[in-house]
């Protein structure tokens, strides 16, 4: 039997786009298979109380200075675009729209995503950067344009972000091994310790 | 030249409890020197709008099973006492009231304390347990209430917890080696890494 994590995760989120580039590795070295949860982050704030760490300074400007440290650990580029945190609404959308429809295109989404919001950023805020951005990675934009319209994507991603909170989820990156959840990617250590525990 | 971290808590922080119950050991690994930086944390989460994890209902549940975890691991007892989170004012008072005045005095009371708040944890907002574990740790408890009473000694930890804001400090533990700042047990890798390249 194979083992499995969820890997819940919002594309405004810097610390779920360095696990997100850590995953491949991380599946090699624990030989499990993820299960790609996309949520909407705003969502889960605001049904937790939780806020974007951001919204305390103090703890806003050592967060940004920790995945500084991280990502140069990793050897991942990091930067942040215009206006972060931005709303991830039609990004996220998009993303569950390709699980649901196209799911052999939904890892590239998301890469190209994640790369062009902290790898080399741009303003996602943009719809004719975004159209840009998707043009490059091989999407037509209309297509995902329309899938953002969708009323069955935007119901599958309220789905999720309201599973993310029934199961106690309060920000992102967060993992689950079965029942047990891990929340950061500070944490992918721990996971790795109970997918071997399986 | 010997290396130097300070180390920053308050005694009603687990995550600052089991940090402390590493330091020896840390100690000894590192070959670094500690110095002790007590705090008021309440006083910290005032100054920069920040609070208590707990506060976040599913963020706390997670946090204590978080450091129950690391609890296992450490092979270090972690329990709640009754009201926790309660106030330390008067804890706090002590502990730097001994760094002035008893500093051969100051560790064995944090250890006392530490682990009447999460080892084996007393009722510590009661002043007649208090006394007693204080007793129980060779203390004179009317010596101690003494020095919380002390205006140098109540100066001495605001200027602490001032110091804390000024120079970034949002929770606890925090650790400094030089101006880079470490924020959290989980951390204390990446205070080593720092200590190493110094």
């Given amino acids: 039997m194979s083992r499995r994590f969820e890997f819940w995760f919002d594309l405004g989120s810097p610390a779920a786009y360095l696990a997100w580039k850590r995953l491949p590795g991380f599946a090699q070295k624990t030989g499990a298979s993820v299960t790609h949860k996309p949520m909407l982050l705003g969502g ?9 760490p951001v919204t305390i300074p103090a703890k806003g400007k050592w967060l940004l200075g920790d995945l500084d440290r991280t990502a140069r650990k990793d050897g991942v580029p990091l930067a942040y675009g215009p206006g972060f945190p931005i709303s991830t609404l039609a990004l996220m959308r998009a993303a569950i729209g390709l699980q649901l429809r196209k799911p052999d295109r939904f890892a590239p989404y998301v890469d190209a995503m994640f790369d062009a919001m902290f790898g080399a950023p741009r303003d996602l805020r943009d719809e004719k950067t975004i159209a840009e951005v998707l043009s490059a990675a091989g999407f037509a934009p209309a297509e995902i344009l329309a899938l953002t319209a ?11 972000t309201e599973e993310a909170v029934a199961r106690g989820v309060f920000g992102a990156p967060t993992f689950f091994v079965g029942g047990e959840m891990f929340w950061g990617q500070d944490r992918m250590d721990a996971v790795a310790e109970a997918l071997a525990a399986r």
Same sequence: chains 1, 2.
């Fill in 150 to 160: 969708d009323p069955e994507v935007k119901q599958a991603l309220i789905r999720n």
């Fill in 44 to 52: 889960v704030f605001k049904a937790t109380g939780n806020a974007s």
